[in-house]
């Protein structure tokens, strides 16, 4: 597997378009030069989680700290190790609840070979870290979410490369020997109560979104069929099965080699928002639709072939906020009303186009805009944040 997209990082601010905006940059607790790799993990409309890595010489650290309205917490750690896999598109993840931390993971290197690793899970409840898949191939297993789906319970998806364990170079296409999408249930103990196979064959390295609704959760990600159609589906948990998955939108974007562009998703009200990168026809779009509700099935948010991708998708009081980067270097927040119409663009920061700054992260705490992103400079990577005080909807 190869990661294709090499993009550069520097920090220059650019005033953001909406009237009304206070932009602050926030102190956050990560560490200058040593922090990377954000990840947002929401509890509610006033308590928002984020986790980064800290990387000193061969040792890399996982840390989180909320942000609610008093600002950033202190850091807490998580875990720390020299054998880790850390890298621009495949990062550890964070579940909490009301109560604070649920679960964290992270991933371990299994064997020398560049993507042979293990996602390691501590569950706060219980003791000792343990691998969460239950196989001992040296292959790929990442690119992670992880959801409540009780009080008591959570899930946990992955993308799983078990069939991929013997399969030859000039076996690729082989749609039997693909990545797979796999989840688990547990409960707080860490005890494992169910293990799934959600799909076959999916994309390589593209990432998952999991989420939340009134019915259950909603898994999001890039499939893969026999001809290279490697478009976003999307399969519902009922609380004990999967069920089949489903198209999110017909692109048709025929790729031999994974993108790496998975899809975002974000819920509110019986609504499902999902946001997607597509190089269908040659053409780069950032494309979202509402998956329950009335609304038009599909939006083009950028036609001119300049996204590169990295969505992330937010719904908060009935709006709809999409993030991605261009292949400018520009990291763009665009506002818009349930039936697609543009109302606003909250933030823009112009940024090196290094795929080190990974994948921004976007949320919401009461009515102020998270941003977060790595900035890569020459002394290193720092983890960056931005809060935006948004006007209050008509």
Not at 108 to 126: A, E, M
Not at 284 to 304: C, H, L, M, T, Y
Request: glycine letters at 6%.
């Amino acid at each position: 597997m190869k990661f294709y997209y090499l993009l550069l990082f520097f920090a220059l601010s650019i005033s953001c378009s909406r009237p009304g905006n206070t932009n602050s940059f926030e102190d956050h607790p990560a560490g200058k030069d040593i922090s990377s790799f954000p990840r947002f993990y929401q509890v509610n409309d006033t308590l928002l989680f984020m986790s980064w890595v800290e990387t000193k010489d061969d040792s890399s650290s996982l840390r989180y700290s909320t942000f609610s309205n008093d600002g950033w917490s202190d850091p807490l750690d998580v875990a720390k190790g020299t054998d880790w896999f850390i890298n621009w598109a495949d990062f550890p993840e964070l579940a909490a609840n009301n109560e604070g931390l649920v679960a964290s993971t992270w991933l371990k290197k299994s064997s020398p070979d560049t993507y042979s690793y293990d996602t390691w899970i501590q569950v706060s409840g219980s003791g000792k870290p343990f691998v969460v898949h239950n196989d001992s191939t040296k292959t790929e297993h990442g690119f992670v979410s992880m959801e409540m789906v009780t009080d008591s319970t959570f899930m946990v998806v992955w993308l799983d490369g078990r069939q991929t364990a013997d399969r030859e170079r000039s076996e690729y296409s082989d749609i039997n020997k693909s990545m797979s999408l796999r989840g688990a249930l547990l409960d707080l103990s860490g005890r494992v109560l169910n293990r799934y196979l959600i799909d076959d064959s999916v994309c390589d390295c593209c990432n998952t979104s999991l989420t939340k609704t009134q019915n259950g959760l909603i898994v999001f990600f890039r499939d893969r069929n026999e001809n290279e159609i490697r478009d976003i589906k999307f399969a519902r948990f009922d609380g004990e099965e999967w069920n089949n998955p489903e198209l999110v939108a017909p692109d048709n974007w025929q790729i031999a080699a994974c993108p790496v562009n998975g899809p975002s998703s974000s819920y509110e009200d019986g609504k499902t928002l999902v946001s997607w990168f597509t190089g269908a026809n040659n053409k780069a779009a950032v494309k979202w639709r509402i998956i329950d509700g009335d609304s038009p099935a599909e939006i083009r948010i950028s036609d001119n072939n300049s996204p590169e991708g990295r969505v992330q998708a937010l719904l908060r009081n009935s709006r709809v906020f999409i993030s991605w980067i261009d292949r400018n270097g520009i990291l763009l927040v665009n506002e818009y009303d349930l039936q697609g119409k543009f109302i606003s663009q909250p933030f823009k920061e112009e940024i090196t186009k290094n795929r080190n700054t990974g994948f921004p992260q976007l949320s919401m705490v009461d009515n102020n805009l998270v941003v977060a992103w790595t900035s890569v400079t020459e002394t290193g990577k720092s983890l960056r944040t931005r809060i935006i005080d948004l006007p209050n909807s008509e």
